[in-house]
């Protein structure tokens, strides 16, 4: 079974203290893993999709980098409006029907 | 361009009432998903459709059922509602309903039964 786990559940910073969100993962067959972000009472917003080991991407002051068994999205000097949930999903083919499955989420407040 | 959009965006049920939630996705979009998220969670597949026809289903009772219509827009359909059930309800939808396109989610339907 997929599983996706993320830490922490939650992160206070302080604005311009950089930091790093964790997704860890146990899949077979990988083709994907995404990024999004969730703001109270929205729906996910999607940041990146990471395909491969190795693989980075960059989006202002986020980034997010993939290895074999977990990924991370790093936040260099956050400021309050970075202030979000930060989902992680995986896809792996499961019988062709490629569902992603999430994390809990990391909840990140940055305070000014 | 219009994301894709959710009715209504909140509502309140009573225990064994049924309920409709529709969801219409991105223009060109033909690939729709449905999602329930309990606070503090992440958000739980229950359907998804691609092309009018169902392509997965996740761990929910008969009760939840769904559907999707020629222009693609969806209907997620819950019988004999319980408390349980409250939860926010998520529609997604992608370009394609394989590979790895990226999810594009509405705001959702906030759900409370009573």
């Known amino acids: 079974e997929d599983q996706v786990t993320q830490s922490p559940e939650a992160l206070r910073l302080q604005e311009g203290e950089s930091s790093s969100l964790n997704c860890s993962y146990t899949?077979?067959?990988?083709?994907?893993l995404f990024w999004y972000r969730q703001d109270p009472g929205k729906g996910p917003e999607f940041l990146f999709t990471l395909y491969s080991a190795g693989e980075e991407k960059e989006k202002e002051r986020l980034k997010a980098t993939l290895t074999k068994k977990e990924s991370f999205l790093h936040i260099t000097a956050p400021k309050p409006e970075d202030s979000a949930t930060y989902l992680c999903?995986?896809?792996?083919?499961?019988?062709?029907?490629?569902?992603?499955?999430f994390g809990r989420g990391t909840s990140l407040i940055v305070h000014p | 361009d219009a994301g894709v959009t959710q009715s209504p965006t909140h509502l309140i049920k009573t225990r064994g009432q049924h309920v409709t939630l529709r969801c219409s996705p991105i223009s060109g979009h033909k690939s729709v998903s449905w999602y329930q998220q309990v606070l503090g969670q992440g958000p739980q597949f229950i359907f998804q459709y691609y092309e009018k026809e169902e392509r997965g289903r996740g761990n929910f009772p008969d009760r939840f059922s769904a559907r999707q219509f020629p222009n693609y827009s969806s209907e997620l359909n819950v019988n004999a509602l319980l408390l349980g059930d409250s939860a926010l309800y998520l529609c997604a939808s992608s370009l394609v309903g394989q590979g790895s396109s990226p999810l594009h989610f509405g705001n959702g339907t906030r759900l409370t039964v009573t």
């Open positions: 899949v077979s067959g990988l083709r994907g």
């Open positions: 999903a995986v896809q792996a083919a499961s019988g062709g029907s490629y569902i992603p499955t």
